[in-house]
């Protein structure tokens, strides 16, 4: 399984050239699965806009907007079937799990990760480690808060994206570690130009920012 974690996708070159390379084709021949139903609660959407223009930049071949909200699972399947990429974009972290649960695309994503690169920014980076405690930083998200809050566990450890961002307030690396400190998995901490990329287990650090991983478990 290959994944990229962003904070807000492509931002810079070195997260561009690490996507290209992990998706291993041309750009003009990528197709990428985006799937914003993440966003689709909040009321400024100017920041969704730019993350499809970051994607597109790259020159690929067809940005699919995926909504799986809104379409059946006979609909978004084929569309993500014919992506090279599967691409859960940001928002509320807790919507988003919601609906990859209750669309059926939580038992799909396996098989389609077998062939194809998993990127997630902000929410997306987060739904696919332990769980979702991390979300307790964010209260404007609880409104949609869940019960169950496991994530998907597909790597071991927690993103807490927007890193010193002055538009999260809860996002310094003193509240973080005071957070850290209460988990049994290691925090990534990484600001919107930095990503981490997960390849068979693998984990490296993409960055032209900052980042700062706690680990109270060391």
């Keep these: 399984m290959k994944l990229l974690l962003t904070s807000s996708g492509i931002t810079n070159r070195s997260i561009a ?11 003009s021949e990528i197709i990428v699965g985006f799937i914003p139903t993440a966003a689709y609660v909040e009321e400024d959407l100017s920041w969704l806009d730019d993350d499809k223009k970051n994607i597109n930049k790259l020159g690929i071949k067809e940005l699919k907007i995926v909504d799986i909200s809104k379409t059946k699972r006979e609909e978004w399947l ?15 972290t807790y919507y988003l799990l919601d609906w990859v649960r ?11 990760l077998k062939t194809r690169l998993y990127v997630g920014s902000s929410a997306g980076s ?18 949609y808060r869940l019960k169950d809050i ?12 927007h890193l010193n961002s002055p538009f999260f307030k809860e ?39 900052t980042y700062k991983i706690f680990d109270s478990t060391e």
């Design 150 to 161: 496991t994530g998907l566990g597909y790597v071991p450890f927690t993103i807490s994206p």
């Design 126 to 143: 987060i739904i696919v480690g332990p769980d979702l405690a991390i979300n307790s930083l964010f209260p404007e998200e609880e409104e």
């Design 171 to 209: 996002t310094t690396k003193s509240v973080i570690k005071a957070f850290a400190e209460t988990v049994t998995y290691p925090v990534y901490a990484i600001d919107d130009d930095t990503a981490i990329s997960v390849v068979s287990g693998s984990i490296n650090v993409i960055t032209e920012g």
């Design 102 to 112: 209750k669309s059926g695309l939580k038992e799909e994503l396996p098989q389609l």
């Design 78 to 92: 084929p569309a993500l079937e014919e992506s090279d990429v599967v691409w859960l974009n940001g928002g509320n």
């Design 17 to 27: 050239d690490t996507f290209l390379s992990l998706v291993g084709k041309e750009a």
